[in-house]
């Protein structure tokens, strides 16, 4: 007979927040009505504030629920960028909102709910708490993505995720069984102990489908064929969210299963994450060429900087692990500002997404043109901007661990992906000009100033972040 | 091979052929009738083994809510099924490779114990004496306890579905007329006029 003890909600503390707080603002919504869309958004953006505030200041360690959560400075840290990026992303829409009519006050709330699911992705040190976050997460964000149900794009976006999002979730409950089934725990530290007698065949088969299911989440090939199609067809601000806080949360999930998890078979899933490296960077680079569209464009884009991630991760060292994290936090910083950009991207009849549209930006609107040519720059990988340093530490590590075949197919698909980036900057600032846009919202503005302030001086902070950095990657070492 | 055997492969036999029933018959309230048929015989093989909790759930919950829900459904839609089943045999190789993944892979479950004889010592969680507590209680004692978490959150997956569910489809649209209970309720009985209608002809 297990007790509950109430000291254990400690460590799901902003959890717990998140969660009531999304109730009440539901409430708060329902009774005031259409009109409450402000007030709901400006409420949810405190309370993400409030629990972000919450993990920095009082962070619990420890694990509760019989191990099943697990909170450790690697976690703590992906919940804090998971926070930042949730709030980010609500935030980003307030404008949007205004001037599309997509006067929905429940964006915010299932946007927070998805942000519960994140948190507890990141935390789960059980193959149940695991599945249940990624649940609880993808259902809010199938919502999310259709959200704009007048518009055929829109639904057509959800449903897509949808079915293809429920075929992985399938995959990775095969997998998971067949895991359960080969060594009687679902218990991270209790599959590893029993993965250390030898392995048998159902174990890899399981090992395969876990990952499987979790490269969908991630966006990586060959599990990416949902990913432009949701970018395009799901309204902006949402897109700007899906790039965002989910691929962290995925990403921070995968990290924890391989090394939590599955740290004995390291030979096993070392191979199929150097597969999922190699086709995501590879895919990305090329298939983003003939692109028109800027948020198809940047869901390539996500895809290939997934597979750059994941060459740290496929270097099984604890340099890699720390280089997937700073990748993470520099590759948000960079995506959030893109979007920032991308939001503005407005004339007076309405939004627009054609990478042309950008012609003659550097006279129309200098500012936004020099960020958007510093998010450029830096997601090409070129010095002294973070996405630099990003790559640099991923394909320092996979050096280190002598993938040198992965690192040089890596170094020459930053290449071919740099063609694409700088083609933008180009149009903007060499191509004649189309009409200007309408002026910058505020929340686009200061989202849009501090990524690039980030992306810029990045060299200045580079020292504390990677102090960070280490410090939660030796939390599996 | 005692009555209990005999039973076992009476309600296999009719589970797995109303579960082919399901997807081969035309008739899409004949599937749903099908599946609640796969439900009772399900609930047998519950039944058998000891767990009448479950069984007697699975009949509540699956056939008395879900599979009615499924059949009203089926009858207010007006979906051409036959339709929907055109592009069946184009898509039937990629389906029969699939089913053959999964085969294989069915097959290493169960065939696990020979693969690998050490499972079994393994299990974490040995099942409690059936002597010694009830079904309810052997589940209430994990699900309440040791699984407050997990069962907590699924309450929260629900939350969202509904969320979900409402923001999807609720619209407030003007001319759609309403049911008022407050303006029936108040209605006074000598305003209303009654007429018989006769059958087939209307007002």
């Not at chain 1, 709901?40 to 360690?61: E, F, H, K």
């Not at chain 1, 080969?182 to 395969?208: C, D, K, Q, W, Y």
């Not at chain 2, 296999?12 to 609640?36: D, E, G, K, W, Y």
């Not at chain 2, 407030?172 to 006074?188: E, G, K, L, T, W």
Request: charged letters at 10%; glycine letters at 8%; hydrophobic letters at 60%.
């Amino acid at each position: 007979m297990q007790t509950f003890e109430f000291a254990q909600l400690a460590i799901v503390g902003p959890e717990l927040l998140l969660a009531v707080g999304a109730m009440a603002l539901l409430m708060l919504g329902v009774f005031i009505g259409e009109t409450s869309t402000r007030i709901v958004t400006g409420l949810s953006v405190a309370l993400l504030a409030i629990a972000g505030l919450w993990l920095i200041w009082d962070p619990a360690s420890g694990s509760a629920f019989n191990g099943a959560v697990l909170m450790d400075p690697f976690a703590l840290l992906m919940k804090i960028l998971v926070i930042i990026g949730s709030a980010a992303a609500i935030a980003m829409s307030v404008n949007f909102a205004k001037e599309e009519n997509f006067d929905r006050f429940e964006y915010p709330i299932l946007v927070i709910l998805a942000t519960v699911g994140m948190l507890i992705m990141v935390s789960a040190n059980d193959l149940i708490t695991l599945y249940l976050g990624l649940e609880m997460q993808a259902l809010a964000l199938y919502v999310i993505a259709a959200i704009n149900r007048d518009s055929l794009r829109s639904t057509e976006a959800g449903l897509k995720y949808f079915v293809l999002g429920a075929l992985s979730s399938g995959m990775l409950l095969y997998g998971m069984s067949l895991i359960y089934g080969f060594t009687g725990h679902t218990n991270f530290a209790g599959i590893a102990e029993a993965m250390t007698a030898e392995r048998s065949l159902g174990l890899v088969f399981g090992i395969v489908f876990v990952l499987a299911g979790i490269a969908f989440k991630i966006s990586a090939v060959p599990f990416h064929m949902w990913t432009p199609d949701v970018y395009e067809g799901a309204p902006t601000p949402v897109t700007a969210f899906f790039s965002a806080a989910p691929k962290i949360a995925a990403m921070a999930m995968l990290v924890r299963v391989v090394y939590g998890a599955f740290e004995p078979a390291v030979a096993d899933w070392q191979q199929i994450i150097t597969f999922i490296a190699i086709a995501s960077m590879g895919l990305g680079a090329f298939a983003a060429i003939g692109q028109t569209n800027i948020k198809r464009l940047m869901a390539y884009s996500s895809i290939a900087n997934m597979g750059f991630a994941l060459v740290g991760l496929a270097a099984g060292s604890q340099e890699g692990v720390s280089g997937v994290v700073l990748y993470m936090i520099i590759y948000m910083a960079m995506t959030l500002g893109t979007f920032a950009c991308i939001l503005a991207m407005r004339r007076t009849d309405g939004m627009v997404e054609d990478i042309t549209d950008l012609s003659g930006l550097s006279r129309s609107n200098p500012m936004m043109a020099l960020a958007l040519t510093i998010f450029m720059f830096s997601l090409a990988g070129i010095p002294p901007l973070a996405g630099f340093w990003a790559k640099y530490f991923v394909f320092l590590a996979a050096i280190q661990s002598e993938l040198y075949i992965l690192s040089v197919i890596g170094v020459l698909a930053s290449v071919v992906g740099a063609f694409y980036y700088i083609r933008i900057v180009k149009i903007m600032w060499f191509d004649d000009g189309e009409p200007a846009f309408v002026p910058m919202a505020g929340e686009l503005k200061v989202v849009g100033t501090i990524a690039a302030v980030f992306t810029l001086f990045y060299v200045f902070v580079a020292g504390p972040l990677s102090t960070v950095a280490t410090a939660a990657a030796r939390t599996f070492f | 091979m005692g009555v209990a055997a005999l039973f076992f492969y009476l309600f296999a036999t009719i589970c797995v052929a109303s579960a082919f029933m399901v997807i081969a018959s035309r008739n899409p309230v004949h599937s749903v009738l099908f599946l609640i048929l796969c439900f009772f015989n399900a609930a047998g093989l519950f039944m058998l083994t000891g767990a009448e909790f479950l069984a007697l759930i699975l009949i509540v919950v699956y056939v008395g809510a879900v599979a009615v829900l499924f059949l009203f459904v089926v009858m207010m839609l007006d979906v051409d099924f036959a339709e929907l089943r055109d592009g069946f045999l184009q898509y039937m190789p990629i389906g029969a490779v699939i089913g053959i993944i999964l085969a294989v892979e069915l097959i290493l479950v169960l065939g696990g114990l020979s693969f690998d004889p050490e499972i079994a010592a393994r299990a974490v969680q040995p099942i409690p004496d059936l002597a010694e507590v009830s079904n309810i209680q052997a589940i209430g004692d994990l699900l309440y306890t040791k699984y407050i978490f997990f069962f907590q959150l699924c309450g929260l997956i629900l939350l969202v579905a509904m969320i979900g569910a409402i923001v999807l489809t609720l619209s407030h649209r003007p001319d759609v007329r309403r049911q008022n209970i407050a303006d029936q309720v108040a209605r006074d009985p000598n305003d209303v006029e009654l007429r018989s209608v006769k059958p087939g002809e209307g007002i």
